[in-house]
């Protein structure tokens, strides 16, 4: 089994910057893409930013510019800094790994159990 687990959210003025972090332990045979994902209340889950073992990134167009991601393979943790924060960007993020627990297994999607990020104007 594998386990994700964020941290680093938290309360920050509007203009503000935070770092989350994401790390995956456990039965981890590869890991291939890790990302961030986003859900406000009310609101569907959408993809902020991810990375692939290729070093592929791709990033939501309301984020570009803000927000960096970056991982750490030897650690099996993804970063997303968070820069010029925005009320809107008030959500829970979430982290997803996807990756094979063996390599008889096919790629699966774990994720963590979210990190609230509070943006004040």
């Known amino acids: 089994q594998v386990q994700v687990v964020e941290s680093g959210g938290g309360l920050v003025q509007a203009g503000g910057s935070l770092r989350l972090s994401c790390a995956a332990s456990g039965s981890i045979f590869s890991i291939n893409a890790m990302g961030w994902f986003r859900q406000a209340p009310g609101k569907q889950r959408d993809l902020v930013a991810e990375?692939?073992?290729?070093?592929?990134?791709n990033y939501a167009d309301s984020v570009k510019g803000r927000f960096t991601i970056a991982r750490d393979n030897a650690k099996n943790t993804v970063y997303l800094q968070m820069n010029s924060l925005k009320p809107e960007d008030t959500a829970v993020y979430y982290c997803c790994t996807t990756a094979r627990s063996n390599g008889a297994t096919p790629l699966y999607d774990y994720w963590g159990q979210g990190t609230q990020v509070t943006v004040s104007s």
């Open positions: 990375l692939s073992s290729g070093g592929i990134t």
